[in-house]
Each structure stands twice: as C-alpha cells, then as structure tokens.
C-alpha cells in the first residue's frame, strides 16, 4: 500500500534532470517527489517524512547547500539522509562543502547509474529498518503501558479482595457478636427459669413474672430478627432484587406509630423522642420500606444520642416531603460523613455502640429506591440531623 512505501525527494531546477533521475530510481516500494527549486522542496519537506532527499548543488535562487543548512536546522528534517549531485569539476572541492553541511554523499555527473541505484536502495533500506525499529519501539511501549495498566488493575483487584475478605471477616466477627448478645440473654434466663422450676418454685410464674419474661424474650428475638433482615436487604440489594410496593401512605401516622414503638427502646437509652409533624401529609411509597428507614434513623440516633432527646420531623418540600431526624449526641466527623452510608461502617469512636454498619446502607438504598435523597448535617460534640427528601411518589411507582 501507498502509506508504507519509501518516500524519495529529488531537488533540480532542470525538468530533464528530475525527470531522467525519477526514471533511474523509481520502484514500487517507493513514492519520487520532485521540487525544481529550495523553497518548494522546503514544502514538500515539512508537509512529508522522507527516507532520503538528492539535491542539485547548483539551482538559482536557493542553492543545494543552502537548502541542506536549512534543513539541518530544522527538527522535522534533520535527520533526513542528504545526497548532493552536481555536474561541476571535482577540483571545485564541492564535495567537502557538501559534507561540512551535513550530506551523506556526494555524486557527479555523468551519473553512474548501477552506483545511484545502489545508494537509493541502501538508504531506502536503512529508513525502513529504522521505521520498523520505531515500529518495534512504538510496539514494546504499549505493551508496556498495558501491561502497566493491567498491573494496576491487578494490584486495586488484589486491594479490593483482599479488602473483601477483611470485610468478610469483620463482618462474620461482627454477626457472631451482635447475636451472641441475645442468645445468652435467652440462654441465661431459659436456665434460670429451668433452675426455679427444678426446685419446683413454681409459685413466682405469676402474670407480672410472666409479661416481664415475654417482653424481656420479644426484645431478644426482635434484636435477632433485625439483624437477620438487615443481611437479608443488603444480600437483596447486592443481587438487584430489592423491590418497594408503593401505596397511600399517611406518613405523620407512621411516624406516630414508630414513636411509640420505640419509646421503650428510648427509655432504656435514657432519652425520649418527640415528634414534629405538621397537618396530614399523604405520599404513594412502600409503607413498610419507609417505615424501615424511620427506625434506623431513630435507632442510630437513640444509640448515639448520649441520653439526650432525640426529635423527627416531617414537612413538606418542593415537589415532596422531608423527613428529618435530630439527636443532640456525640456527632460525626466530616471524614467520617463521606463513609458512613457504606457496608459495614461506622462512625470512629462507635465501635462500642453495637451493630453491623449495615443500617444508614440500608437506609439510603431504600430512600434511593423510592427516588430520594439522604444527607447529614454533623459537628463532633453538637449533635446530628439526618433529612430524608422523597417525592410523593417513586418515579413510575415502580419497585428499584
């Protein structure tokens, strides 16, 4: 093809003579151009990458060694073979300027033909070994740069697994030590009540003894519960399987009805929720998967609310509603903030506050889910606020 073949230039202000030296070196491996004078030749030089440039010494106007400073002094063309030819005696010492201008070689008229043939060839030779060695070098550096890339992959891959085992692990860790907190607390009070009826103390199983018992069991086996549907949500988001049902919900109802089933949970933090929410505010959204966020949020809140009130919200907002919920704790860092809504993290300094990391995940799956938004406003020391925006309905009121 055209693209690959040797480019030749051939500089002579006489027709006869361009043409005549075409026809000596013309082959099909390579393109002749022709310049009957310096500044055409000029042209073609920086317009074309040539393997080997004849010049004619004598020419009016720019002669051949004019044109050779030029191009040494030019980056594109400096290393272009130069092969002057002249018809003037050698006792004009031409051939020593020629090569003081940097030619390769110097050839008088008459020309020999087999000796012109046999110097294009070489330098139309040596130009494509020195292309296929460019070539070659072009090739090694994007195997280099490839396999440089595909060391990078491996390298974050081999991050990333081994970050998912650490993950794994902790995450086992964590699961075998939020659900060993209830089952001893089930197993203690099985042996106690075991021991008491094996000394036939049957008479303290009264109705009092007996609602204590069942509360202190439900909140054991809700604890357990909870944590067996967080993993089962994030194994459903993972898979692309968590669905929402959407219906008309009256959302201050709902949170009225989590205040209240929380309010034991409030106590025993030492802390009380109180709730805002203005008129009747109904939205399309999945009854239970709403739900589900309001208790996480309050969850956290009473768990990392020091004992203080903990307060939730609603409100309408532009084209929906927003939900917020505040607690007046110990706060999140603005590092901790860009994690927190990721598997498995917790803010630094909760380690001692329980949970899997599984629940603000959770939660901003099921707010996206629905076409929301989730974000916290924190200050170590001074309190969080968590706001939810949902738009009154999921878009399509289709399940994500």
Do not use: C
């Amino acid at each position: 093809m055209s693209d690959h073949r040797a480019k030749v230039l051939i500089v002579d202000d006489l027709p006869e003579n361009l043409l005549a030296l075409e026809a000596l070196i013309r082959q099909d491996d390579r393109v002749v151009f022709q310049a009957s004078n310096g500044d055409d030749a000029l042209a073609l030089l920086l317009q074309h990458e040539f393997a080997l440039a004849i010049l004619d010494v004598q020419m009016p106007g720019m002669n051949g060694f004019e044109l050779a400073e030029l191009m040494r002094g030019t980056e594109k063309t400096r290393g272009i073979p130069i092969v002057f030819v002249t018809a003037a005696g050698k006792e004009l010492n031409y051939a020593f300027k020629g090569y003081e201008t940097g030619a390769v070689d110097f050839l008088y008229k008459p020309l020999d033909v087999d000796a012109v043939r046999g110097k294009v060839n070489v330098f139309v030779e040596l130009y494509r070994q020195r292309q296929e060695v460019r070539r070659q070098v072009q090739a090694l550096e994007k195997s280099r740069q490839e396999q440089e890339a595909l060391l990078k992959e491996l390298r974050a891959a081999q991050g990333e697994l081994q970050n998912a085992v650490r993950m794994r692990d902790d995450f086992m860790s964590m699961v075998a030590h939020e659900l060993r907190t209830p089952l001893n607390t089930l197993f203690l009070e099985a042996q106690l009540r075991k021991m008491q009826l094996d000394r036939g103390n049957t008479a303290i199983f009264d109705a009092a003894y007996l609602q204590k018992m069942v509360a202190r069991d439900q909140r054991q086996i809700q604890s357990m519960v909870r944590l067996i549907d967080d993993m089962l949500d994030v194994s459903r988001i993972r898979s692309n399987r968590l669905s929402i049902r959407p219906s008309e919900v009256d959302l201050p109802a709902l949170l009225q009805r989590v205040v209240g089933n929380l309010a034991n949970q409030a106590a025993s933090a030492g802390s009380s929720i109180t709730l805002e929410a203005g008129p009747a505010i109904t939205g399309t959204w999945d009854e239970f998967r709403i739900e589900q966020v309001v208790i996480n949020l309050l969850t956290n809140a009473l768990r990392y609310g020091k004992g203080k009130p903990v307060t939730v919200s609603a409100a309408p907002a532009e084209g929906g509603v927003r939900i917020e919920v505040s607690d007046q704790g110990m706060g999140i860092s603005e590092e901790d903030q860009r994690r927190i809504f990721e598997q498995f993290e917790r803010a630094a300094g909760n380690d001692g506050t329980g949970g899997l990391g599984l629940g603000l995940f959770i939660t901003q799956q099921l707010v996206e889910a629905h076409g929301g938004r989730i974000g916290v406003q924190s200050e170590p020391g001074l309190g969080s606020t968590f706001t939810v925006t949902l738009p009154m309905s999921p878009p399509g009121e289709a399940g994500a």
